[in-house]
């Protein structure tokens, strides 16, 4: 059997298993054909649980805020949808939300964190790049379980380090929560070379009583600000990754660096920020071990598409896939947090070949209304090390035709 019909049947056998298909809102700011709204807002307002946001391009000068309500926002393909930030709140332990492709901090520079998330009892998937020419930073506190992957928390420009009464000590901070970052980008804030009292980049990643597990994805602190502007002297760079509290950071295969001390016009220079600071807490290494998984976030039924493996060579790769995420879980030998169903249906996907790749055609499944969401993991199994290692997660959201 081919490696698409295995593919294919495999969801398709999954399907029924499934809830229901929720409702489709469609979000067109020029309020094309087919379009329900022009307002993510009033989308948000008009949607119930579980219901799927599919967003066209546009420039949203609105705020995502989803405040007990969990939903699955998502850009259409191809779409880029600008918004102003991001909000995900207050939801229940049944509740989950995922939001895909939206593209925040691009248009407005009100005070506050670009993506906040906070007191999420059920689990918040997001696949968010950023435009950094405003300043994004992020925060996440109190949240049980959050996956990011491919999302960029980056700035070139931001006003002032404090704005509204908030000061920002990193790019993105982690307080009192559960979070898997895969193949992410945060940068933290460059010293303003025009301030007497923000000379010092940040922390590009500060974790405060969390359990964090940061998988394929670069880390990196600001850059000091140098003393040819109004800077006094030349600032310190802001060290990469900081722990405090009780954290626990388990890193696997990562790039993170402090970033550099600002230069100075008399000579020398400020000192460079650390890779690490750990004030308080743990902070474990395995090596250049994580695998990555990619497939397209949004298909139409029946649409062509594949699924991309990198790993080790002679991995043997294996699939979970469940219409639901779940509470992260660690089990015994496995390397990396499993965030869908460990009793989900597992498929072996194949082998991968000498350079650790492996590619596989897929058809996506019937849908006959509605939206439907596969959340996806991969898992490794490689003979030699002795060793599974889980990968990149990313929700597969299949469309109904008419769409």
């Not at 005070?111 to 059920?122: A, E, H, M, V």
Request: glycine share 14%.
């Amino acid at each position: 059997m081919s490696t698409t019909l295995r593919a294919t049947a495999f969801l398709t056998l999954v399907l029924p298993g499934t809830a229901s298909a929720q409702a489709v809102l469609v979000v067109d700011k020029a309020g094309g054909p087919g379009s329900t709204h022009t307002s993510l807002a009033a989308a948000i307002a008009a949607a119930q649980d579980g219901d799927f946001l599919l967003v066209r391009s546009g420039f949203y000068q609105e705020d995502v805020v989803l405040d007990g309500k969990g939903l699955r926002i998502q850009a259409d393909a191809g779409a880029t949808p600008y918004v102003n930030d991001i909000r995900v709140e207050n939801l229940g332990p049944g509740q989950r939300a995922a939001i895909g492709g939206l593209i925040t901090g691009g248009l407005a520079a009100s005070p506050g964190p670009s993506i906040l998330l906070r007191n999420d009892q059920g689990p918040v998937w997001l696949q968010v790049p950023s435009s950094a020419w405003l300043g994004v930073t992020a925060r996440i506190e109190d949240c049980a379980e959050v996956v990011l992957e491919s999302t960029t928390v980056a700035t070139s420009f931001i006003s002032s380090v404090c704005q509204g009464g908030i000061c920002y000590e990193a790019a993105m901070t982690i307080e009192r929560s559960t979070v898997a970052l895969f193949d992410c980008f945060v940068q933290g804030l460059d010293g303003s070379e025009c301030s007497t009292v923000w000379d010092d980049g940040t922390i590009g990643l500060l974790a405060i009583d969390s359990t964090v597990w940061i998988h394929g994805s670069t880390i990196q602190g600001g850059t000091g600000a140098g003393d040819c502007g109004g800077a006094t002297s030349p600032g310190k760079g802001g060290a990469g990754l900081e722990l405090r509290g009780t954290s626990v950071v388990d890193l696997v295969d990562n790039s993170i660096l402090g970033g550099g001390g600002g230069g100075s016009c008399c000579g020398g220079g400020g000192p460079d920020g650390p890779i690490f600071n750990v004030v308080s807490g743990k902070l474990n290494k395995h090596g250049n071990r994580a695998r990555r998984f990619d497939t397209e976030s949004l298909v139409r039924s029946g649409q062509a598409t594949s699924l991309s493996y990198q790993g080790k060579p002679a991995d043997l790769v294996f699939l979970l896939i469940a219409p639901a995420p779940s509470a992260f879980a660690f089990l015994p030998n496995v390397l990396g947090p499993v965030v869908v169903p460990p009793t989900s249906t597992v498929t072996r996907l194949g082998k991968a070949d000498a350079a650790g790749m492996l590619t596989l055609g897929l058809n996506a499944p019937p849908v006959l209304g509605g939206a439907r969401t596969f959340y996806l993991q991969v898992a490794a199994l490689n003979h030699a090390a002795g060793e599974v290692v889980m990968g990149t997660p990313t929700p597969l959201h299949v469309l109904a035709p008419g769409y």
